[in-house]
Every structure is written in structure tokens, then in C-alpha cells.
């Protein structure tokens, strides 16, 4: 039946668990992962509570595809209102642990209230508790995954966990499943550790049916396969990971360096794809091999290793084993935007994002902005305990990583994020950030579509939820690139509602998603229905952000891409044209110049 | 003749199609739960690893069962459990040096690798071809050709 038709619902304060029906209507509306959870969230809280309050509810939500044989099935989405924006969060994940808690029998876990003491959730099949976390509050992600599924003598459980950063409310913390796959922005592990929640085990063996037409299905699956195995792009996501975007970035001059003041990094080529496949001095080579996620015939993903003899672990045997490196937005965050050219420093910084449960996009870009105020003097050496905060200095990267990973020293003031530590430190205009979210690996003055997907995007700054990045590369203007933006950030509302990953669309359009669900699931599912679902999906959680108190005023960027053209690249002397593009934007989305839905196009999606 | 199962662990991604594909094909459903061959994982994905029956010619299994349930398919050489004759009393599984015989407690039966009848769906998906189904007299031939390339380099 592809959905399992049952959601899981835990009140962390009163200690209940309960099983409730999945209400169907919704997921005729809305699909399933990112678009229902959206519905359910609105549903379930006020938008206006504070996201570390016990009011805000935290949603884990799978997709109809979610654990089936449709290439990259292994997401999940977590859903819930952000500490780092107050606007709506929503992160996927690959990994495991999705799939798990679809075979467990469950579309979507809620969490609700904040548990009187440190918990973890341990689900097996029909079987859930909450139970006491006194023995890994504390602790890593990595050591609580080791505990969990020694304690639970179940090496097979899947674990989804935060750590000692989102038990402190770092404000990017995040929540990482299967070591080094994560639900990575927008702060959702320190809402899950404000409800005192550390860990989900999940162990799942019930499965996933397709009771509507198995061997449609299984055509479907055969023929959408085949494309992504014969598809270019497919083939050097799996070669060179997504780091191969950082020689195009740098070539195109829009690769963010030194807080966004430069489009280009002299250190580019020490970084990118083909330095992790490049034996250094001593005939060290980073990359091991690639790992796929759940049900992925893509497998992007990159296990690295580190170089024994580089000073972050020289004497610490416990960092010698292999381990998530570098891909394009980690590369970016940990390299470039810091002025970072060491391979090594970043892989580590990245192995301790994992470690600790951090955002690597949101922790790279403050630190680049704590470079900035260090270099102009508004942040002194007594400040950060006497780290030497310059940009290129891959001491004062790794070091910073450990400390708001563990929360200490500067670290303290590193986890708040660049709006909150450039305002603390007099210089707000540093931070670069939309709605208070991190901008990625892309520079919006260079990348004009992509600058107004940043501003419009519903949980702040993302190079996620839209894809203009053909026309931007075709075209340094800013005209004619409204409505790619409006279009595929509709379209991969609908994608991410799917269980599927977005990397697929590198072979796949909105029709060969639709024919996997149609075939899945109930009903007739056309590729209109698909889009207007995820149509709905983009106005619900801009519903749900105006109602949390954000306003047209919230969609905008920083002055220095406003005002200050770009330096070099191809798009040199450009600023971001957001005043000429916002409105058209406005009028494309069916909303005022206000911003607001008008109440004809919240009656048409059926949202009145 | 015969073939069989070739596994090459550099190759695997642990996708975990295979296991899909293995349940659905023997239980109608996707739950690497009830597959029959296992990827592992080891050093946080460093090395990921299938594993499955591999159709010993002298089974410990197939001699172990007290009621007969394990014969061989004469004509793909599979080591197949009848489930109407399996009374689930698992000395198969003590038997089997690999492990690659389980007790499925939902259906009282042990179940293995049958090789899908010839035409084994985990090798089918693979995608990244870590799993294939060649003659069973040269499943060192890829191996040794590259062994002989290296030689010879």
C-alpha cells in the first residue's frame, strides 16, 4: 500500500505513545514526507510558540516510496518550526534510518512537549518505550549509536541522534542518522534536544507492500533505473561526488570566499573533486571509495580518510578510521568561505559536524563571518581563548569545530549562528544569511536565479528547494528566471514529498516521478496532480511563516550582495537584482505585493 | 552447466537494492528484513560487504536436515528448502560453517538463497554489477584476469 496508513505520536512530557491512522485525504493532498508533514505540522501547533519551547512539535516523515525498490528510497524528512529563522524547517536525510522507520509500519513520527528528563525513543516494530538517556546525554553521535545497538544487543537498528551541540541548543544543531547521513539545516537537532530527546533507535521488519499493481511498480522501477544507470550527470555524481560543482563554481566565479567578499578561492583546486582522489606528498589519497543511501543506484556519497600524519590527528588514533568526507557544500563551508585550502583540516572539520551533530553549511558560514569581525578587529584574540580567527587558518577551523561542537569557550558564541554573533558583535550587515539561515555554496550576484531561490525559500537561505542553476550558468542577468525559480521550487516541493532524492532529477523529470507514485499508490496521480501538490505544499508552509510573524521585509539579502558588485568571474560587477525580481515573483506565485497568498490562490489550492 | 553467485565487495555501494529485490521476489514485499543475502558494513562505510548462500556441492545444511526439506535443483544446483517438509527444527542453520541459512520465526521454516530458480533478482539489480551470476566452474575469471593484468604491468 506504499503508505503504511499509521503514524506514531509521542507526548514527551506526559510519557504517551500512541498509533493513529494516517488521515488519507491529507495524503491525497499533500503525498507524504516534506508536503504532509507540513500539513500535519500546521495542524498540530501554534506558529507563533518559540522554537525551543515545549510548543513546538518535531515531525520525522517518510514518503509512499519511501523503502521500496524506487531508486534513492531511503528519505526522510524532519519537520518542525526553526530556532535559527522562526520560520518553518525542513530537512531530509538519506542514509538508513528513513526506510527503517517505514519498515516499522510508520509514515511519520510526532513529537510533541519536552520530556522531564533526557530520553531516547526505542521503536521495534509495534514495540515502542521512552527511555531514560542518563548514560549518552552527553555523548557523541557516534558513541550513542555504538551504545544503542550494544545495549539493545540489535546490530541491525538504525539510529537517528544529536549531539552534545543540539542538547545545547546550537542553533544550526542538527540530527544525523547512520553516522554521517544528516537532516542537516535549519536547527532541527536543537529542537529535538530542547524536548530533551537524544536518540531514535528504530528497528523495523514489518516492510514495505505495494498492493496497488507490484509488476507496474516493479516496470516502472526497471525503466526509471535504467535511465539514471545511461544518464551523464548520474555518472559523475557517482564518480566525483558533489564536489565536482566546486571547479565549476570557481571556473564560473560564484565559488563563496572569505565571507562572500570573493567569488573565487586561490586554493580552489586544493579542495575540490580531484584533490580527494590525488595522492599528497606523502602518497596519502582522502577519497576511499563512494556509499550509496538507502535504495540509491546514484551513491554520491564519499567515504574519506585523513592523512595520519596532519596535525588534527596526529595523536588521536580514535579520528585514523574512514568516515563521510567532503562533499561540494562541506568543501565550500569548511574550505573556501573560511579561506581554507588544507584537504585534511576540512575532512576533519567535516568528520566532527558528523560527530557532534552540526550543520557544516550554517557552522563554515558563521565561522567565515567570526573571520570577518576577528580581521576587522571587532573580535579580539581574548574573545575566542586565543585562536589566531584569520581566514586560511585551518587551525582556528578545527578548533572551532570541536568547540561548538562540544560547546565550549567561543564555541559558545560560533553555535549562534552569523546573525545572532554579528549582531552581538556590532557588525549585523557580516551576516550572511537569509530569514537567519546560512547562505550554501553559491554566490547570489553571480547566480541570479539562485539568489532569488535563497530569498524565497521557505526555511531561509537554500540551494535546495529550487533549481534555476542551467539558466544561471547559461546567463549572468537576472531576467526570464522568476519563473524556472517558482516552477521547480513547486516541483521539488512535490519531489522531496516523495521519499526520493532530488539528486535523481539529474535523469528524471516531474513525469517519472509521478509515474513511480501513480503506479505505487492509490488513485490517479498525474504529473498536474504531483506539481499541484507540491504547489500547495510551497503555500502552506509560506501560510505557516506569515502566521510565525515573518513578513515580506524577511525576503531579502544582505547589503554587501545588494550593493557591492562582484569582484571577478564571469558575472564581474553584478549585484543581486532582487527588486526587479521579487515582484514578478510575487505576481507569478499568485500573491500580493505584499506577499501574502491572495485568498483566489488559497482557494484554488484548497487552502481557504 | 551451472552457475553461480560472484560477489565483489569493492564494487558494492550497499545500496541494498539486492535485498530488496531478494524479499520481493520470495515474500512480495520490500523488507531487507526477509532477505536472503546481506550487505555489512564495516568502518562507518569504509567497506560494504554482500553476503549469501553459495551453494556448498557437499551442503552441511542439506546433510544436516533430519526430515529431508533441503534438496538440490538438479538444474541450477541451488541448495532449495521445501517449507511444506521443514519443520523448523534449525540444525540447518547449526550446520551451515557460513551462516547463510536463518530461521524465520514468522513462517516456523528456515529459509536460504535458491538462486531465485536461475535467474536471481539481487544480481538482476545490482547497479553496480558487485553482485553477478556467472559460470559456476569460472567465478575466478574477472579476478584472475586482472590478477594477470597487475602481473604483467
Known sequence: ?608 | MHKALVIDPDKCTSCLQCEMACSFEHEGVFNPAKSRIKIFEFEHGKRSIPYTCTQCAEAWCMHACPVEAITVNLSTGAKEVNPDVCVGCKVCTIACPFGTVNYESDSGKVAKCDLCGGDPQCAEVCPTDAITYVEADWTGYDKMRDSAVRAHS
Open chain 1, 1 to 608: 500500500m506504499s503508505w503504511q496508513r499509521k503514524i506514531l505520536r509521542v507526548d514527551l512530557t506526559k510519557g504517551e505513545i500512541t498509533q493513529e491512522p494516517l488521515n488519507m485525504e491529507w495524503a491525497n493532498e499533500y503525498i507524504g514526507e516534506r508536503g504532509l508533514a507540513t500539513k500535519y505540522l500546521w495542524e498540530n501547533m501554534d506558529p507563533t510558540v518559540d522554537a525551543m519551547s515545549p510548543g513546538n512539535v518535531l515531525i520525522f516523515a517518510t514518503g509512499p516510496l519511501t523503502g521500496t525498490m524506487a531508486s534513492t528510497s531511503g528519505r526522510y524528512a524532519v519537520v518542525t518550526k526553526g530556532p535559527l529563522t522562526g520560520a518553518i524547517a525542513c530537512s531530509n536525510s538519506g542514509g538508513k534510518f528513513g526506510a527503517e522507520l517505514k519498515f516499522a509500519g510508520y509514515d511519520m513520527l510526532i513529537l510533541e512537549g519536552k520530556s522531564p528528563a533526557p530520553v531516547y525513543l526505542h521503536i521495534n516494530n509495534g514495540e515502542v518505550e521512552i527511555r531514560p538517556a542518563d548514560q549518552i546525554w552527553g555523548s557523541t553521535v557516534w558513541n550513542t549509536e555504538e551504545w544503542l545497538k550494544s545495549h539493545h544487543q540489535d546490530p541491525q537498528m538504525k539510529v537517528a541522534s544529536i549531539g552534545i551541540a543540539g542538547e545545547n541548543g546550537v542553533r544550526y544543531a542538527c540530527v544525523v542518522n547512520d553516522l554521517h547521513r544528516a537532516a542537516g539545516r535549519s536547527g532541527v537537532g536543537a529542537v529535538m534536544g530542547s524536548k530533551n530527546l537524544k536518540a531514535i533507535a528504530v528497528r523495523g521488519t514489518v516492510g514495505v507492500k505495494i498492493d496497488k499493481d507490484p509488476k507496474a511498480f516493479m516496470d516502472v522501477v526497471k525503466d526509471t533505473h535504467q535511465m539514471l544507470a545511461d544518464n551523464a550527470g548520474r555518472k559523475g555524481l557517482t564518480k566525483y561526488g558533489t564536489n565536482a560543482m566546486l571547479t565549476s563554481m570557481q571556473k564560473f566565479g560564484g565559488l563563496p570566499t572569505h565571507n562572500f567578499q570573493e567569488v573565487q578561492f586561490e586554493g580552489a583546486d586544493k579542495i575540490d573533486a580531484r584533490a580527494m582522489m590525488k595522492p599528497n606528498d606523502s602518497g596519502h589519497v582522502n577519497l576511499i571509495t563512494n556509499k550509496a543511501c538507502f535504495g540509491c543506484t546514484i551513491a554520491c556519497g564519499r567515504i574519506a580518510h585523513i592523512d595520519k600524519d596532519h596535525f588534527t590527528i596526529v595523536n588521536r588514533k580514535e579520528y585514523w578510521h574512514a568516515s563521510g568526507g567532503l562533499e561540494y557544500e562541506t568543501a565550500f563551508a569548511l574550505g573556501s568561505v573560511c579561506g581554507i585550502d588544507d584537504i585534511d583540516a576540512a575532512t576533519f572539520a567535516g568528520y566532527l559536524m558528523n560527530e557532534h551533530g552540526m550543520d557544516p553549511i550554517s557552522f563554515g558560514v558563521t565561522l567565515a563571518c567570526a573571520m570577518e569581525l576577528y580581521e576587522k578587529g571587532a573580535i579580539t584574540k581574548e574573545d575566542t581563548g586565543g585562536v589566531e580567527l584569520k581566514f586560511g587558518n585551518p587551525e582556528a577551523l578545527t578548533i572551532m569545530a570541536e568547540k561548538t561542537g562540544t560547546y565550549e569557550g567561543f564555541g559558545q558564541d560560533i553555535g549562534l549562528g552569523s546573525k545572532r554573533l554579528a549582531e552581538k558583535y556590532g557588525h549585523p550587515e557580516l551576516a550572511m544569511v537569509v530569514k537567519g539561515q546560512e547562505f550554501a555554496g553559491y554566490d547570489s550576484r553571480a547566480l541570479q536565479g539562485m539568489g532569488l531561490g535563497y530569498v524565497t525559500s521557505n526555511r531561509g537561505a537554500c540551494h535546495l528547494k529550487h533549481d534555476v542553476f542551467a539558466e544561471d550558468m547559461e546567463d549572468t542577468g537576472h531576467t526570464g528566471k522568476a519563473k524556472p525559480c517558482k516552477d521547480s521550487q513547486d516541483n521539488i516541493a512535490a519531489i522531496d514529498s516523495t521519499g526520493l532524492c532530488i539528486f535523481t532529477t539529474a535523469a528524471w523529470g516531474l513525469g517519472d516521478f509521478a509515474r513511480q507514485i501513480n503506479a505505487a499508490c492509490e488513485g490517479d496521480w498525474s504529473e498536474d496532480r504531483v506539481r499541484e501538490c507540491g504547489e500547495r505544499t510551497w503555500n502552506l508552509e509560506r501560510q505557516f511563516n506569515l502566521k510565525a510573524g515573518l513578513t515580506k521585509a524577511d525576503d531579502t539579502l544582505p547589503k554587501r550582495l545588494l550593493e557591492d558588485p562582484v569582484p571577478t568571474g564571469t558575472a564581474k560587477g553584478n549585484v543581486h537584482a532582487l527588486d526587479k525580481m521579487l515582484p514578478e515573483y510575487y505576481e507569478l506565485r499568485g500573491w500580493g505585493d505584499d506577499g501574502v497568498p491572495t485568498p483566489d490562490t488559497l482557494k484554488r489550492l484548497g487552502l481557504s
